[in-house]
């Protein structure tokens, strides 16, 4: 999966996604009608269905953006001070490296005892190797965003493991997809690889608006439950894909995620029922938007979220693939066509 590797070590903070972007550009410009980009920055594919007579309008999205830092300040002593970008856990990050968009690379300290900072981002800091502030501004500035370092690896029983999982799994998963479709859905599909997700869910938004979806499905991680952590739920990697029951951030419409499931069951895609107690995704944008979109989620599950060493599963990446393939290819009735 090399270019799930390169879409995972792509360099790209909320709101500094053009790396991930120009990738993506690149991989899906000739299998689709149409690709635009906003002033948001949301890429966005175009892929006509055959006009049948129950045709939808169907947005996924998928988000490009992944978690960070942005720089508040330079200590007298060199040391640059930060503020989070998007939910980040200090435990996770302390005493290890980032990255800059210039290149520059950090390490990651705390003013105290990391156990008592109680996840506020504000008192770690980052050493680039310089000693006095007039030599750290020469490389970094308040304002510059940094990124987590963590590699690609493949691992046993086709386990992967890389930073920014969250969600490049799901933009290669919609990639795949997108070559999948060679026009003979009915619907008319909008691949969406969104900005922004991690501070706010503002670029699905944008494009909801824009395209005034029927249906919207977004793809995104979940958490795995199958090792102690600090959540509580049914999750596991390598079970199948997550078809989305629970999400605090919007609720799923009945009809879309019994059709999902029927999707899988008459596919033979291995599934599993995803509830998220905690967190959101582009789904409740594209929930809210315009006068208001049905919407449903795909979810990959993610073991150690929010971290620079995330697993997920090929298989569960596999059915992920072969769901939404099948899902576009329905034939969707509402209430109201009846």
């Known amino acids: 999966m090399k270019l799930l590797e390169e879409l995972t070590q792509a360099w790209g903070v909320s709101g500094r996604e053009k790396n991930v972007r120009a990738i993506i550009k690149r991989e899906i410009k000739d299998y689709v009608d149409s690709y635009s980009v906003d002033a948001m920055g949301n890429l966005i594919a175009y892929k006509k ?21 942005q720089v508040t300040h330079i200590e007298g002593d060199g040391r640059v001070k930060v503020c989070s970008v998007g939910w980040t856990w200090t435990s996770s990050i302390y005493n290890d490296k980032v990255i800059f968009q210039n290149g520059v690379i950090g390490v990651v300290g705390c003013d105290g ?23 750290t501004l020469k490389h970094v500035q308040p304002g510059d965003y940094c990124g987590f370092i963590g590699k690609y690896y493949e691992m046993l029983n086709g386990h992967i493991c890389s930073k920014s999982l969250d969600d490049r799994v799901a933009c290669y998963v919609m990639i795949e997809a997108i070559k999948k479709n060679h026009g003979q859905y009915p619907n008319d599909i909008y691949y969406v690889f969104t900005v922004q997700e991690e501070v706010g869910c503002r670029g699905s938004e944008v494009a909801a608006e824009r395209i005034k979806p029927e249906i919207g499905v977004s793809l995104d991680v979940t ?22 029951f629970g999400n605090p951030s919007a609720m799923l419409d009945e009809y879309l995620v019994d059709e999902m499931v029927r999707t899988c069951e008459e596919n033979n895609i ?69």
């Open 270 to 338: 291995d599934y599993q029922r995803d509830v998220m107690d905690r967190g959101g995704t582009d789904a409740s944008s594209m929930n809210r938007a315009y006068y208001g979109t049905r919407v449903a989620g795909i979810s990959i599950v993610d073991r150690f979220p929010h971290s620079q060493s995330s697993i997920v599963s090929k298989h569960d990446i596999e059915c992920a693939i072969d769901l939404v393939d099948k899902y576009s290819a329905r034939e969707f009735t509402f209430e109201e066509d009846w």
């Open 49 to 69: 269905g055959t006009d049948s007579e129950n045709s939808k309008k169907i947005m996924y999205t998928a988000h490009m953006d992944e978690i960070g830092y």
């Open 113 to 135: 005892p990391v156990e008592e900072v109680h996840n506020k981002a504000q008192e770690l800091y980052i050493d680039i190797g310089c000693t006095s502030k007039e030599e």
């Open 223 to 244: 958490p795995d439950h199958y090792y102690p952590s600090d959540l509580k739920g049914c999750n596991q990697v390598g079970k199948g894909v997550g078809v989305t």
